[in-house]
């Protein structure tokens, strides 16, 4: 079993958990949303599963992933953009830093932010329990910057 499959198998049986059906269509969406390593929306996953699948409706992939995402199986991001982005919840933690012009997502993490922000924590008398950090940078010019010429 790939780690894809592992994933696909995990994402069915929280939908059998919840009681709905298993069906062709769910299950491509289920495969679809294990295969992306991005942070695609609804209308990428949607997208991507409908190039198999032309009889394939939105509602269908928002539905699924609405349940997914209750089932605590896909994480569900609120960038500054404001659509709502996805991934799986079965990855070790990570922070996100979004380039500004191209909405580009860039996953990084940080012993150093993850230990100051337990410090924050426990001096304001708290147990931290999860954060969400979000990072927005636009990407600095490559090469050597020539200083104008006087
Ligand atoms: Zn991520």
Redesign the pocket.
Known sequence: MTGIDQRVAVFEGQLKGAGLRMTQQRRLILRVLAEADD?PDAKGIFTRAFAHDPTLSLSTVYRTMKLLETRGAIERHAFEDGVSRY?HADQQH?D?LIDVETGQ?I?FSSDAIEELQRRIAAELGYELVRHRLELYGRKKPTGARKSPKT
């Open positions: 942070h991934e990570h996100h997502v996953e």
